[in-house]
């Protein structure tokens, strides 16, 4: 048996030749992928949900309304909440949605404001969101009633309510007639039988 000779040569190329069989010849380290994974799967929850306020906010901006700042003098009108009351026939389907103008006589707070009328009366306190800024002439629109529970008032047709007043509805008493039944065959024949005398026949034996 006799081993045959070869040639070997070894050679090295520095530079970036190697680069790529020396990655290939390390191990991956697979901790630092799946922490990054990890670490962005926990925010997309995150992000998900700040978008959505930022959504909702952008459609709550659009319907705000600036923040009107009312100072002692300044003529509003208040919003009105009557409410409909069949039992003296009233309905709030005409009644004006503002009545004014009022004054507005002292500010509690940045939101907060007591109204009067134009007699001086005190209507109570309303929320800046509930008065407009009054721009015309100075007629009275309609006075707000007050705050508090509403005085009784006397039955019947209320003249003094804003917007329609619908009149009770009256029931007149009708006279019913009690008419009797139509007379039938067999009373017929039951009164012709108790008219007619009654024969008494004796049998001889």
Known sequence: MKIQSYNLDIEYTPGKVNVVDDALSRPVDASVEVTEEAESCSICP???????ED?????GDQR???NLKYKEGDLVLVETHRASNAAKGFTNKFVPRREGPHQVSQVVSPTTFVVVDSTGAIRGKYHASALTPYVGELTAIEHARRRGRLAKSPPGRASDLGGEVIAPRRHHAT???VRAPPPSRHSARLRARRSSPVHLVSREP
């Open 46 to 52: 995150v992000i998900r949900v700040e978008n959505q």
């Open 55 to 59: 959504i909702r906010k952008a459609a």
């Open 64 to 66: 705000r309304r600036d």
């Open 175 to 177: 006279s019913r007639t």
